[in-house]
C-alpha cells in the first residue's frame, strides 16, 4: 500500500486521517482528491510535506478525472460527502449526487483497474435504537447496539444517501469481486469538525457570545468518538480486513445531548443552564450506539481517547486557539440556522 487516494481529504475527518497517515505511515504517499466545497478547507491540510500528500481539487463524480487518478493508485479511501443532515432536510440534491453518483464514479474505476477500495460509511444507516431508559433493564441486553447485522433503516436524506452508497459497494463485492471493505462509525469529534455540527457550533456559540441552541429535549444519544480513534480504525481495515466485510467503528461513547452541550458549558465556565431549546430537527434519531466486537477482537484495534471530558477539553482549547479557522464563517452558518428556528 504506497499510493493511496483520500477522497474527501480536505474536510473534517479526511483531513484527521491524511495526517494520521503522514505522521504514523512513512512509506505511504497520499494524493487527496477534494471538491473543496463549503466544507472542503485547504487550510486543514497545512504543514503536510509535499514528497508525502497532494492535493488535487476535483470532483469524484467527474468520471475522467477519477479514472486519471486511481488507474496509478494502490487503494482508494474514499470520505467525500455531502455530511449534514440539517442541509440534507433543505435540499437533498447535492447528497443525491455525491453519495451516490460520486460513490458510483469511484467504483466503476476501481474496478476497472483492480484497485483495493474501502467505504467510510455511518451509523445512521442502521436509523436509530429507542432511547435506553425506554427499554426493560436499561438496555443493557443483546440487540441493543447496532452490529453489522442490524437491517438498514435510515431516516434522513443524508443518511439514506450514505446506505445507498453502502449497498452499492456490496453489490460491486458480489457481483464484480472488487476488494472492497466498508465501515460504518459512530458520531466523531476532534479538530477540524466544520462548525455547523453540534459541538463545534455551541463551542464557537460561547466563543461568539452567542446562546448554545439544543434541539428538542436533549435526550438524543449519540456514541461519540474521537476522530484519531476513527483514523486508526479506518487503517486498521484498509491494511487487515477481510474482503467484502463491513466493520463498525465505535468508542462506547454513548452520551445524551444535554449532557454534552453542559459540559462544554461547564468547561467554559459558564452556568450549567446558559442555553435555549430551540425546533426539534423533523425525523430526529433518537439514540445510535455501536458494538465494534468485530473490529475488536478481528484486527486488534481499541480506540485510545476515551476520556470524552478530556478530549472536548482539547476540542475547545483547538477552537479557541484557531478563531481564524472559523470566524469569518460564522454568522453565516447561524443566519443560516436562524431561517429554520434553530
Ligand atoms: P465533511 O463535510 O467535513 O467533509 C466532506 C469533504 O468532502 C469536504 O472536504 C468536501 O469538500 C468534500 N466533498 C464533498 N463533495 C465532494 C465531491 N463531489 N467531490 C469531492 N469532494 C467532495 O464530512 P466529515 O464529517 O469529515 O465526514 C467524512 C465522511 O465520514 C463522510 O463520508 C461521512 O458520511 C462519514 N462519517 C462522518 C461522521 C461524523 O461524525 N462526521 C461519522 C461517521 C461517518
Ligand atoms: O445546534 C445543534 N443542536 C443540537 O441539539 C446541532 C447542530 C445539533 N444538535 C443535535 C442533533 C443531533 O442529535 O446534536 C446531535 C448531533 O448533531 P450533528 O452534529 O448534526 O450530527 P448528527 O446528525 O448526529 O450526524 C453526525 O454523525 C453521523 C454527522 O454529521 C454525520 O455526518 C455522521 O454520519
Known amino acids: 500500500m504506497k499510493k493511496i487516494i483520500v477522497t474527501g481529504g480536505a474536510g473534517f475527518i479526511g483531513s484527521n486521517f491524511v495526517h494520521y497517515v503522514v505522521n504514523n505511515h512513512p512509506d505511504v504517499f497520499v494524493t487527496v482528491l477534494d471538491k473543496l466545497t463549503y466544507a472542503g478547507n485547504k487550510e486543514n491540510l497545512v504543514g503536510l510535506p509535499e514528497d ?3 492535493l488535487v481539487v476535483g470532483d469524484i463524480c467527474d468520471a475522467p478525472l477519477v479514472d486519471s487518478l486511481v488507474q496509478d493508485a494502490d487503494a482508494v479511501v474514499h470520505y467525500a460527502a455531502e455530511s449534514h443532515n440539517d442541509n440534507s432536510l433543505k435540499d437533498p440534491s447535492p447528497f443525491v449526487q455525491t453519495n451516490i453518483v460520486g460513490t458510483y464514479t469511484l467504483l466503476e474505476a476501481c474496478r476497472k483497474y483492480d484497485v483495493r477500495y474501502h467505504h467510510v460509511s455511518t451509523d445512521e444507516v442502521y436509523g436509530d435504537l429507542p432511547l435506553r431508559e425506554d427499554l426493560p433493564g436499561h438496555g443493557e441486553g443483546p440487540g441493543e447496539k447496532f ?54 457550533r455551541q463551542i464557537t456559540n460561547i466563543l461568539s457570545g452567542i446562546t448554545p441552541k439544543l ?18 480504525a479506518v487503517w486498521a481495515i484498509l491494511t487487515k480486513g477481510r474482503m467484502g466485510e463491513t466493520y463498525l467503528i465505535g468508542a462506547d461513547g454513548e452520551q445524551d445531548n444535554k449532557h454534552v452541550l453542559e459540559l462544554i458549558l461547564e468547561l467554559m465556565g459558564q452556568p450549567k443552564d446558559a442555553y435555549e431549546q430551540v425546533k426539534d430537527r423533523p425525523g430526529h434519531d433518537l439514540r445510535y450506539a455501536i458494538d465494534s466486537t468485530k473490529l475488536r477482537e478481528e484486527l486488534g484495534w481499541t480506540p485510545q481517547f476515551t476520556n470524552f471530558r478530556d478530549g472536548l477539553a482539547d476540542t475547545i ?24 428556528g434553530q
Not at 457481483?175 to 466498508?182: D, Q
Not at 477552537?319 to 447561524?334: G, S
Open 317 to 340: 482549547k483547538w477552537y479557541t486557539e484557531n478563531e481564524a479557522w472559523w470566524q469569518a464563517e460564522k454568522a453565516a452558518v447561524e443566519a443560516n440556522y436562524a431561517k429554520s
Open 215 to 232: 434541539y428538542g429535549n436533549g435526550k438524543n444519544v449519540r456514541d461519540w468518538i474521537h476522530t484519531n480513534d476513527h483514523s486508526s
Open 52 to 54: 508525502r500528500a497532494k
Open 147 to 200: 452490529t453489522d447485522h442490524t437491517p438498514y433503516n435510515p431516516s434522513s436524506p443524508y443518511s439514506s444517501t450514505k446506505a445507498g452508497s453502502d449497498l452499492l459497494v456490496r453489490a460491486w463485492v458480489r457481483s464484480f469481486g472488487l476488494r472492497a471493505t466498508i465501515s460504518n462509525c459512530s458520531n466523531n469529534y476532534g479538530p477540524y469538525q466544520h462548525i455547523e455540527k453540534f459541538i463545534p
